[in-house]
């Protein structure tokens, strides 16, 4: 089975261009400390280019808890915000909107050369 993702895609939503339901795979994901609200951290994948600086908005943290966003699942962006970090160069792209396109154990590999 072939996995397409939308090369370059993570450097075109940090520059501000809307990039409509990119294809990005999940690498992996790490619980952020601190907050009154438990966050995740996602590790994307383009195909091109990662991103470590990710974050999935808390109504999607079921996924994670439910092992759907296991490493290597490919995901339809819906809707995304990047935000730059004040003080700081660095941005952070929010996943707002997400679907599962095919779930990890079905790729097992990462897709394309980050």
Do not use: W
């Not at 690498?27 to 999935?56: C, P, V």
């Not at 996924?63 to 952070?92: D, Y």
């Amino acid at each position: 089975m072939s996995h397409q993702l939308t090369n370059g895609a993570l450097a075109r939503i940090c520059q501000g261009e809307e990039v409509t339901e990119p294809l990005l795979q999940v690498l992996g994901h790490k619980a952020i400390q601190g907050g009154a609200q438990e966050r995740f951290r996602l590790l994307l994948s383009d195909g091109q280019y990662t991103n470590s600086f990710s974050m999935l908005a808390t109504q999607f943290n079921n996924l994670v808890h439910e092992k759907q966003l296991e490493m290597f699942t490919v995901i339809r962006v819906k809707k995304q915000l990047c935000n730059q970090v004040p003080g700081q160069t660095k941005r952070v792209v929010i996943i707002l909107d997400l679907d599962i396109a095919t779930p990890g154990n079905q790729v097992n590999k990462k897709i394309g050369n980050p």
